[in-house]
């Protein structure tokens, strides 16, 4: 299973930007889709995620309110739509897919079995 994040870029503070993540070849059961953030010198957190069967959405506090995650399930992708980006946003994105075996929007790095190889957000104030 391979996933592909896209979408990142170079913004002021206050401006939006959408990533996308999408996977090819042959599908697969997964619970989650989710979206995590490495900041330089900082550990890898959790942003938002989305239950793949019923659109059912988990968001870190830092960015419930602003971020908003989705998914088109036929065309396997999902999104986050990033509003009101300030410079603590400035990341490296990454996208992750659970198994099937959960209930509820996951949010533990732990879970997530696949990943992306992430994108980059510069947020310029």
């Known amino acids: 299973v391979q996933l592909q994040a896209s979408g990142g870029g170079l913004v002021l503070a206050g401006e939006s930007l959408r990533l996308s993540c999408t996977t090819s070849?042959?599908?697969?059961?997964?619970?989650?889709w989710g979206w995590f953030r490495q900041a330089r010198g900082k550990e890898r957190e959790f942003v938002a995620s989305?239950?793949?069967?019923?659109?059912?959405?988990r968001y870190a506090a830092s960015v419930k309110g602003r971020f908003i995650i989705s998914r088109d399930n036929p065309k396997n992708t999902m999104f986050l739509q990033m509003n009101t980006l300030q410079p603590d946003d400035t990341a490296t994105y990454y996208c992750?897919?659970?198994?099937?075996?959960?209930?509820?929007?996951?949010?533990?790095?732990?879970?997530?079995?696949?990943w992306g190889q992430g994108t980059q957000v510069t947020v310029s104030s």
């Open positions: 989305i239950q793949w069967r019923n659109g059912v959405t």
């Open positions: 992750a897919a659970t198994g099937p075996a959960y209930s509820g929007p996951n949010y533990r790095q732990s879970e997530f079995l696949y």
């Open positions: 070849g042959r599908p697969f059961a997964s619970n989650s």
